[in-house]
């Protein structure tokens, strides 16, 4: 079972809001990633980052930032949350030593913009 | 067109059943094709990697990979009730490691 945690896992805010939805991992991996998923949908990469001090941005426009500041830890800020921002957040990591690309999950924080 | 093709069901069969489930894709550089197994309210799981055209197996679900005609197609023998997510198929080529999704199709197995 993968180590990786995401918290909350539930979120309903209000407009306007500053919002930083938490993920790290236990197991040392040095890629971490941010993906966007909404229903029946395929899940877009939104923010990624290959180690500590290093983040880009994925295929995805979002207005989210994120840091790494340590290597367990990528948390996802949005400055002013809008019901656009609705949607489901996972984030995910990977080892990043090998071709073998295994991205282990957490298990999403739903948000809700009112 | 998206790169990445998955048909989004629902699809329903009884216990027991053979389940096929496929992705189409357009990007020929793609190399690694995996599938994923997400129940609802949780993230993604591993369960099968493949990386050359041809059949991979694993217990009761067989991964398959046909490169000439960018097709995967994931099968599950025996099916249970404990089967019943959506089932995203996802593939990257070496030098991006970024996963391209397909958008999932979700099965339900019916005891």
């Known amino acids: 079972e993968a180590d990786i945690y995401q918290t909350p896992r539930y979120l309903v805010i209000g407009t306007g809001k500053k919002i930083t939805l938490e993920c790290s991992q236990t197991?040392?991996?040095?890629?971490m990633y941010w993906y966007q998923q909404d229903p029946g949908m395929e899940l877009h990469l939104i923010h990624y980052?290959?180690?500590?001090?290093?983040?880009e941005k994925g295929d995805l426009s979002s207005e989210s930032t994120v840091s790494r500041i340590r290597t367990e830890h990528f948390p996802l800020t949005l400055e002013s949350a809008r019901p656009s921002h609705t949607s489901q957040y996972l984030c995910?990591?990977?080892?990043?030593?090998?071709?073998?690309?295994?991205?282990?999950f957490g298990p999403g924080t739903r948000l809700l913009v009112l | 067109q998206k790169e990445v093709e998955q048909d989004p069901g629902p699809l329903s069969v009884p216990e027991g059943a053979i389940v096929s489930l496929n992705c189409t894709y357009s990007n020929s550089a793609f190399q690694y094709f995996m599938w994923y197994r997400q129940y609802s309210r949780k993230g993604p799981e591993l369960l099968m990697y493949t990386y050359s055209s041809g059949n991979k197996e694993d217990g009761r679900f067989t991964a398959q990979v046909d490169k000439s005609s960018k097709y995967i197609s994931l099968f599950i023998r025996d099916s249970q009730p404990s089967d019943s997510a959506t089932y995203l198929c996802a593939m990257y080529f070496g030098s991006a490691r970024q996963l391209t999704f397909g958008s999932g199709t979700q099965l339900t197995v019916l005891p």
């Open positions: 995910a990591s990977s080892e990043g030593r090998t071709i073998l690309e295994t991205q282990y």
């Open positions: 980052s290959y180690g500590v001090n290093s983040t």
């Open positions: 197991m040392g991996h040095d890629k």
